[in-house]
């Protein structure tokens, strides 16, 4: 099983950010330079609010960047099941917002020079029974009942390996995939560019706290001053935020393969209920990922360790599935943060009267949802209210 530990996305020449020294000042600090930090950060630019970000390691190196590279709307459960966990009008409206969201993203990504790192070249959801067939093709039957787009796929018409008459796809021309590192990291720069400052390599040291009439934030070497804080990071959202201990965090499994010099999958596939998800990188890489139900009870930890057992399910699957036999070039795991409901934590820290905001909890679909959330939480600092924030669960519940 050797192969670099590191995530293919991370994997290329990269220079860090200097680190917090000393005492800064600034409107807002946000904690976490990941999708929803920066997503955040973006938004309260726009509004003329001064912005420091802070990072425990680099951007992008957290769940943002250890993920599958997936860039796909909606929430974590198919649509059928959230409109009975949510009702129908809240699901119709989460459903909404990341669509809506997708096609902002990809307008600021055009706009930062990394249009490029977007591939949209649809999704497939694939159903590997007869049982989950039903559940897929209710999910297609409840989206098209609500207006959005989704193309059933029989099971015979599946792409090639993936093909079985028992089998049910359902196809989102909207989806696609993403290089998360190099996207982001071109976002970040271009917030510096209009005056955000990033600090990397400065892990928070304790959760923001109400000192006086602002927030302090504090980091190994130094601390923000600030009016109000944003704490964005996903799966260790509750060490910062002990409100937010409905978030729990969780390893999720990966590896990519060397270039195939082929194409075996012609666009991104979510497969088991979205146990296993895979796609076919621009230079030929399979990416691929799963099987967090077989890590079990070891699978919820803060650490991003490879499970041994996983990954080499994951070698099976290869073959199995795909019928690729590829030397595997990168294993490596991310920790996200789920929630049992299952929907994302937005909104104001209790205790901190709204000084401190929180926003985390994707359930493993972080890319986009993370990009409504950072509105959501972005329009409570600048405004003090959000018509989009009955969207997610307060911190707290």
């Given at each position: 099983m050797s192969a670099a530990a590191v995530p293919l996305w991370q994997d290329e020449p990269y220079r860090p950010r200097a680190p917090l020294a000393g005492e800064v000042h600034a409107d807002v600090c946000v904690v976490g330079a990941g999708v929803g930090g920066l997503a955040t950060a973006r938004r309260l630019l726009d509004a003329g609010l001064s912005v420091v970000v802070l990072e425990r390691h680099e951007v992008a190196s957290g769940a943002s960047g250890r993920n599958g590279g997936f860039f796909?709307?909606?929430a974590a459960p198919m649509y059928h099941v959230t409109r009975t966990l949510w009702g129908r009008e809240r699901a119709a409206a989460v459903h909404r917002a990341t669509l809506e969201a997708q096609r902002e993203m990809l307008e600021v990504a055009e706009a930062v020079g990394a249009r490029a790192h977007f591939r949209l070249d649809g999704m497939l959801r694939v159903a590997v029974d007869a049982a989950e067939a039903d559940d897929v093709r209710a999910h297609g039957a409840a989206l098209t009942e609500d207006g959005f787009p989704a193309q059933p796929v029989a099971g015979a018409d599946l792409p090639g390996p993936l093909a079985r008459p028992e089998r049910a796809g359902l196809f989102f021309p909207h989806d696609g995939s993403v290089h998360?590192?190099?996207?982001?990291r071109a976002l970040a720069a271009a917030l510096e560019a209009r005056g955000a400052r990033v600090f990397e390599r400065s892990p928070v040291t304790a959760p923001p706290a109400v000192d006086g009439d602002g927030v302090r934030v504090s980091t190994s070497a130094g601390v923000v001053r600030c009016d109000r804080a944003v704490v964005a990071v996903d799966g260790d959202l509750a060490a910062l935020v002990p409100a937010a201990a409905a978030v729990r965090p969780r390893r999720?499994?990966?590896l990519?393969?060397?270039p195939l010099g082929r194409t075996v999958l012609p666009c991104p596939v979510y497969?088991?209920?979205g146990?296993?998800?895979?796609?076919?990188t621009a230079d030929g890489r399979i990416a691929l990922g799963g099987f967090s139900d077989l890590d079990g009870d070891a699978s919820w930890t803060d650490r991003a360790e490879v499970s041994r057992p996983v990954q080499e399910r994951l070698d099976r699957w290869l073959v199995e599935e795909l019928q690729v036999r590829a030397e595997v070039t990168h294993r490596w795991?991310?920790?996200?943060?789920?929630a049992a409901d299952p929907v994302p934590r937005c909104g104001p820290v209790p205790g901190t009267d709204g000084r401190v905001l929180a926003l985390g909890g994707y359930n493993g679909t972080g890319h986009?949802?993370?990009w409504v959330a950072s509105r959501v939480v972005a329009d409570l600092v600048v405004t003090g209210a959000s018509a989009s924030a009955g969207l997610y669960e307060a911190v707290d519940a």
């Open positions: 796909i709307a909606g998360p590192v190099r996207w982001l999720l499994n990966m990519a393969t060397a497969a088991r209920d146990h296993e998800y895979v796609h076919q795991a991310g920790v996200v943060g789920f986009v949802q993370a």
